[in-house]
């Protein structure tokens, strides 16, 4: 699949994983992102392919993980989202690096920290899922969204401060205590 690991011999390849410093990401995060390149690249098909064949090189220990990461950065060029979403799966020292912090790099970075922080809980992490999308889609008022966030974001103080930076960026004010 696309989670993508270093060799633990010095990086020349596929193989053991170093888990300290990887995201923890799971197969279903992969389709996501795979069915997200799709979508982004359905006009560019041979960008697809060839982004395919990089992780292919990889897997196969024709390239190693710096130019697995170097090749990826050239063809997600211009693809924030896809950039953001790629560093999800890479080492943090390997993260490509945006030169300006958009609003929706801000947004992934937070539903990252989410999913980071209730990896554990699954149910929770649905669930604030579940009250975001709900949101977006006009089916929930702010008001709503933030008494019911404030549940689950609750002693999660940096959270609720991101929440709320949000929030402020989109006129609506702190409306989550922690």
Known sequence: MIIIRRSGNG???GGSAITSQMPTVTVHDAVRYVRKLKYEFRDQKEKFYMFHQVLVDYRNDRINY?????????????????????????????????????????????????KNRFQSDEPVYNSILEILKMYKEGLKDIGEVSSKLAVHLEDNEDL???????????????????
């Open 66 to 114: 710096a130019s697995l990461v170097a090749r990826a950065k050239e063809i997600l060029k211009g693809h924030k989202k896809l950039i953001l979403g790629f560093n999800h799966f890479i080492e943090k020292d390997y993260e490509i690096t945006l030169h300006r912090a958009a609003p929706e790099e801000e947004e992934v970075k937070f539903m990252n920290k989410i």
């Open 11 to 13: 990086g020349d390849g």
């Open 160 to 178: 609720v401060e991101d929440f709320n930076r949000f929030l402020a960026r989109h006129g609506c004010g702190d409306v989550v205590e922690g």
